[in-house]
């Protein structure tokens, strides 16, 4: 899309991303949506997730519970320590495609958003909408309610900065 008078102006692919960014929850229970904007060249959006612990100790009071379940992503294995790599040590041979990323499930970061990619890029192939992904993405783990304010803000705002993009001059 385009932002005109600092308000963004979806084109069909833009309303198609913004609309399947709104069903997330209907695919993932455990996610609440905060504020999200699509703009021309990328899009924004804070994922809320609901701790697990609720499915994973049913019938056990909340007291009960000994720890809270850290946030993950699922990046690759490769930028971590493992109790197998306790060393960090590449051991793909050479080949970058061995050992490099691990099962990252279904309750990820990294799942929710690559289904979601993955549906918009379906239904806009379907459609013959233009649109294109970049390869990753980038997230942050959101630890207190002034950082959720202002990243909120930020989002809302971004239309408005539009114009002090890096890249708004080639669009």
């Not at 699922?74 to 109790?83: D, E, F």
């Not at 990323?101 to 993955?118: A, D, L, P, R, W």
Request: aromatic letters at 8%; proline letters at 6%.
């Amino acid at each position: 899309g385009t932002v005109e008078n600092e308000q963004m102006r979806l084109f069909p692919a833009g309303v198609l991303a913004d609309v399947l960014w709104c069903e997330i929850p209907h695919h993932f229970p455990h996610v609440f949506l905060g504020n999200h904007v699509v703009m021309p060249n990328h899009m924004h959006g804070i994922l809320v997730l609901e701790s697990l612990d609720k499915t994973l100790n049913m019938g056990q009071p909340k007291d009960d519970l000994k720890k809270d379940n850290p946030v993950e992503t699922g990046h690759a294995l490769s930028q971590s320590k493992t109790k197998k790599n306790p060393n960090n040590i590449d051991n793909s041979g050479g080949n970058p495609g061995n050992n490099r990323f691990q099962n990252i499930g279904k309750n990820t970061v990294s799942s929710i958003i690559g289904s979601y990619k993955s549906a918009v890029s379906k239904h806009a192939n379907r459609l013959e909408l233009p649109h294109g992904w970049q390869v990753r993405f980038h997230d942050r783990i959101i630890r207190s309610d002034q950082e959720y304010q202002h990243i909120s803000t930020y989002i809302e705002m971004n239309p408005s900065q539009w114009k002090n993009d890096e890249f708004y001059e080639d669009f």
